[in-house]
């Protein structure tokens, strides 16, 4: 199979990779942060910074110019920079939009793709960004070291010719040798037995460049913490208390200087990231100090500030510092179907969607894709809606691993798309979470519910022989209702969910069925059951034909 272009589409697919299998490996790179501090955050301060980049990204969806999805990578790195690496990444996707505009203007600003030349060439330049928001000072043995080795792999091969596919496996291969070096480079690394945590970091993100454009993800080794060297120990210095970081605009050129000194006196690891802006930049600031107070003044002193984050440093294993996420509660709803997301994401809802490839949705979601979901809705707090579309192993690992990420996830028993919005009617995020968790798994509870298909062959079932065609209610397990058609079975279920009463009934319609099934289960409740609501929607869920639910 040919490799992949690197056009506008393709770069928004290798941002959603990255940020993937940065939560695949988030604990490893956490584990290796020991420089410039060893907080344990390199792993999640880069994933924090990816998702935001992806998120600038998702509002540009509807562009096809591959300048433009670079530029709002960049520009949502720089807003959302998390750390030392956070800042380090804003500046390498800032290589990648300031090379494209520069080639885009060249062609009179047609830029179909990005080749192996212009991807060394955007390399290259993230070097001097890298370098430069670090105050011009290059420390071997960090990011910058892999970075610049990549860059160099990357310009070779696209000097002799080769294609993007070729020159990026190169490259990787280069991260790797670059990488295994760091521990001789910076003698804190060889005295933890590490290597370098940003230039992992680096690494799975080349990984995943090369995945999305040759189709095959590369197997590297897993990179632990080794034994410690034995030839001498080194006293370290007390850490610093808090990691400042903030926007900083309206500021002067003549400033940032100032702005650089100052901070240095009042802590270390300063960087100033400036956007790929222009006419009115805006700079990414990040400091480690104890005057967590003089840090901000300092730049109030230089121009606006903005987006203030200060966070506590601490050599523990915490996986999100404080801010890290960027509301309370959210509610994740698994659902089927172009009308059901937009359903169940006009009431609020974040969404995750089973493969629109599977045969059977049921059976769609992994608990890494939960994981991911759960992740990305940013909140400290998740209602999870399952849906019946993840079998309970699937869930209880996704949940779990969610927990572990200081996500607090509460799993809903919801079995069916009618009892979610059920569930999603009643939510309240202004409720603590353990009533509103209570007040809609009641909701959940209270909705009876059950589905209407279409048999494939002929069979004996509890309510008697049904044949290809016929269309079956099905409660629970069990097929209760055997009909001529879809709207018989559907009409029968109803009347036999509504003996116990309700107010209204919640009809879910499929991909495959006819939508004049509606009308004819209107007509049914106007003349049977006079009083109650009906309320229809075309989901376009695969599977059943209908989703019933009475409330």
Known sequence: MPDRRLDASALRDWAHTAVGDLITHTDEINRLNVFPVADSDTGINLLFTMRSALAEAKSAAGSGDVTQVAAALSEGALHGARGNSGVILSQILRGLADVTASAAADTDGALADIDAVLFGAALRHAVGLVVSSMGGQLVAGTIVSVLQAVAEAVEHHAGEGAQLGEALTAGGEAAVTALERTPHQLDVLAEAGVVDAGGRGLLVLLDAMIATITGHPPHRRSYEPGPPREDGTVTEPAPLQFEVMYLLSDCAPSALDGLRARLEELGESVAIAASAAEAHPRYSVHVHTDDAGA???????????????????????????????????????????????????????????????????????SARELLRALVDTGAAQVMVLPNGFVAAEELVAGCTAGIGWGIDVVALPTGSMVQGLAALAVHDAGRQAVDDGYTMARAAAAARHGSVRVATEQALTWAGT??????????????????????????????????AGGELVTVLIGHDTDPAVAAELADHIHRRHPGIELATYATGHRGDALLIGVE
């Not at 099905?474 to 029968?492: F, H, K, S, T």
Request: aromatic share 2%; hydrophobic share 50%; net charge negative.
């Open 466 to 499: 049904c044949e290809p065609g016929n269309g079956l209610g099905i409660a629970g397990d069990e097929v209760l209702v055997v009909a001529d058609d879809v709207a018989g079975a559907a009409a029968g279920l109803i009347d036999l969910l509504l003996v």
């Open 295 to 365: 840090a901000v003044e300092a730049g109030l002193a230089a121009g606006a500030v903005s987006r203030i984050q200060i966070s506590v440093l601490s050599s523990g294993s915490a996986r999100v510092s404080p801010g890290g996420w960027s509301r309370e509660r959210a509610v994740l709803a698994v659902v089927d179907g172009d009308g059901a997301e937009e359903l169940f994401g006009g009431e609020g809802a974040c969404v995750l969607r089973p493969d629109a490839a599977l045969a059977d949705p049921a059976n769609g979601i």
